[in-house]
Structure formats: structure tokens, C-alpha cells
């Protein structure tokens, strides 16, 4: 085997070594952004009990329930009711409703199912939204 060809196959070694890598990289992400995700989830669940009945709960930041609910049809690429989506994000009745029909540019019902919309899948490639998007959104 000459020179050439033993910098060649190392080559192809390294580009195949590095798209694996990436591939690990991308499912390590995306399994951090679930758990924080999830980690959310259960603190406004303990939040929730803490709270004596008729108070106030506080305001979410601008554009976290649109990330949240993003997140979760991301996930359920057969979507998913408002009612599923509303249980597994935590928000009211009322801002699940508001946040999917507001944001039609994103979300879209299909036979009773809510889901993201094909322009979404392409913008933000099925997966959860950015956080630094919220100034536009809301």
C-alpha cells in the first residue's frame, strides 16, 4: 500500500468516525431537551400543589407556551388533541387554545389532531423549538 492510499482510507476512517459522532451528538441533544423538557413539566406540577386553590398562577415567559406545545407535537408526529397536548404541557385550557389557533403559520388540526404544520417539520426540522426565538413569538 502506497502513501496515497493509506491517507485516503484514513481519511474516509475519520469522515466515517465524525458522522457517528454526530449522530450520537444529535440523539444526546435531543434526549437533554426531553428531560429538561420533562424536568419543567414537573416543577410547575409541584409548583401547582403548592398553590392554594383560586391563586393566581404566574405568568409564563414570552413564548414558552408555544415552545412547550411545539415541543410536544415534535414528538407525537401523528399529533395530537388539545386535551393531550394540554396535559402534557401543564398550561390551561384557555392558552393551549389561544397558542394553537394564534400561530396557524405553525400549527395545523388535521381530523381533530393538532400537529406542526409542513413548514414547521422544514423550519425547525421536528424537533423542539429554540429558546431564543421567544421575543417573536406569543
Known sequence: MNEKDLIAGTIEDLKESLGILRDHR???NHEIEAKEIRL???QKRLQGLGAEPGAERPRS???ANLRSI???LAS???GATASEIRSACGLAWSSVQRTLGKHTDIFEQVNGLWRLNAEAKKKFGGSAMPENNGAAMN
Open 76 to 78: 407525537r408526529l401523528e
Open 61 to 63: 415567559p414570552k413564548g
Open 70 to 72: 411545539a415541543n410536544v
Open 26 to 28: 444529535d440523539a444526546l
Open 40 to 42: 419543567t413539566e414537573w
